[in-house]
């Protein structure tokens, strides 16, 4: 057995000895089961309810009756966004967003129906998910066991004993580095249970992997304060009060000051006065009901001179279903850039408190996890994008319908002549134009070249507490 293997091997014998790894490994095995099962119970039941509501939506949608165009564009339609295979180990954002769209004529809906009442089903512990146990517990619990690596030698006045007999300082410090590691790589086999498991539920194993080396890194960050202050400090009582004190201000307190500091660096507009704004512009372009309304004077015009007709009447289409396309074509670019706007702000602001992560490496692993999983800011907003898009397209396609198939002579008297309302209904076939949504995760490669600059945040902290402790480690004294 090589010096360093039986410098390992000794602290785990001492660890064994007073129970402390069993004791610790236990519980972070049963805070990991408890949160895996609330987690996977709730996403459980929120899956067969989206799949539920996502069938009855389109089965109601589907199966409504010849109707007027106009009638179907603002039944609306909703739209489900399902979670990937990583997020029953970190929900990220999706819990706070969101996962349902309301889609409708001539309104932009934000995501809706976030899990805001499961806090109370769970006895509000439903916020607590296996990432946040990692990024809590997990650093605890190393500073349970490494807190005395040293110190605990240094004050039973083994130290001494062991460099006079001509044991490197870095030797030592190395062997008990690799024990607290081992016990780091013990606490995340639950994680690569998840990640297997995710795996064999469709997710690439590249992105499993970048999410086990990212919590690996993290742990291994806490493992070096754990060995850095257990050196440099020659009491436990003053190495443990040093670790907490470290544990709250990187874990807790560190984190909301970035949350406010991120505010004030890239501010956002309030959503009363964005919304005033945006009611502003959209009043001006007039209303797309109403074919006569001053707005459109210059496309009617147009029209007549390039068809040489006099009377809209006489047009080779329905006036009515051109002002609706061509009305919800500049509302949905006003509404567009809004959005488009909010969403900037939204990244220029996520990107500020990403940035923190240099200084705490909670921020730089929950950053990276939400990445991988695929539960991030970026997934979010891809997700409006799409729900967007297929919003623009099915009422537009419905605006054609109307423009083509529908005198305008009939349109105008629907509401009084029963007759014309009769022959302005178009079959029900067209309701078919709604293609089926389905939104997919990015590419692994992509998640993880997101992750990439939280890597190298954890990376650094990683090689800066090398180095640390190779100093140290020469430094050594009983």
Request: net charge positive; proline share 4%; with cysteine.
């Amino acid at each position: 057995m090589t010096p360093l293997v039986a410098i390992a091997a000794a602290e785990w014998r001492y660890w064994l000895r007073s129970r402390l790894a069993l004791s610790g490994a236990l519980l972070m095995a049963v805070l990991l089961v408890a949160t895996t099962g609330l987690t996977a119970l709730r996403m459980q039941g929120e899956t067969a309810e989206r799949l539920h509501n996502q069938a009855q939506a389109e089965a109601a949608f589907l199966s409504q009756p010849d109707r007027h165009p106009h009638r179907m564009v603002h039944y609306g339609h909703y739209v489900f966004r399902t979670p990937t295979p990583l997020a029953l180990f970190d929900p990220g954002l999706d819990p706070v967003t969101g996962q349902s769209m309301f889609l409708e004529g001539h309104r932009q809906n934000t995501a809706m129906f976030a899990a805001a009442g499961a806090s109370a089903d769970l006895g509000r512990l439903s916020w607590l998910t296996p990432a946040l146990v990692y990024q809590w517990f997990g650093p605890l619990l190393l500073i349970l066991l490494g807190h005395g690596v040293i110190a605990r030698e240094r004050e039973a006045a083994t130290l001494a004993t062991l460099l006079a007999q001509g044991t490197p300082g870095r030797l030592l410090l190395a062997g008990k580095a690799v024990a607290l590691l081992s016990f780091a790589l013990l606490l995340l086999l639950p994680l690569a249970v998840s990640a297997g498991l995710a795996v064999h539920r469709g997710e690439d194993p590249m992105a499993a992997g970048a999410l086990v080396g990212a919590y690996l890194l993290y742990l291994a960050i806490w493992c070096g304060l754990a060995l850095l202050a257990s050196t440099l400090l020659r009491r436990r009582a003053a190495v443990l009060a040093t670790l907490a004190t470290l544990w709250i201000g990187l874990t807790l307190v560190l984190p909301a000051v970035a949350v406010s500091a991120a505010a004030v660096a890239a501010p956002m507009v309030g959503k009363l006065e964005n919304d005033l704004a945006m009611q502003a512009d959209l009043r001006r372009l007039g209303d797309g009901h109403n074919a006569r309304d001053p707005a459109f004077a210059q496309l009617r015009a147009d029209l007549l001179a390039r068809h040489g007709v006099q009377r809209v009447e006489d047009l080779p289409f329905n006036l009515r279903g051109v002002v609706a396309q061509f009305s919800e074509q500049r509302l949905t670019d006003t509404l567009n850039a809004y959005a488009q706007a909010r969403m900037a702000a939204e990244t220029r602001q996520a990107a500020a408190l990403a940035m923190h992560g240099w200084f705490t490496p909670r921020l730089a692993v929950a950053e990276a996890s939400r990445a991988v999983s695929g539960t991030d800011l970026v997934h979010h907003h891809r997700f409006l994008r799409e729900a967007e898009a297929l919003r623009y397209a099915f009422v537009q396609g419905l605006n054609r319908v109307h423009a083509e198939q529908l005198a305008y002579a009939d349109d105008i008297r629907r509401s009084s002549d029963a007759q014309a309302e009769r022959r302005t209904r178009v079959d029900a076939s067209h309701w078919q134009l709604l293609e089926r949504f389905r939104f997919e995760p990015d590419a692994a490669s992509s998640r993880i070249a997101r992750a990439r600059p939280q890597g190298l945040m954890l990376g650094v902290w990683c090689a800066v507490l090398l180095a640390a402790g190779f100093w140290a480690g020469g430094r050594l004294q009983p």
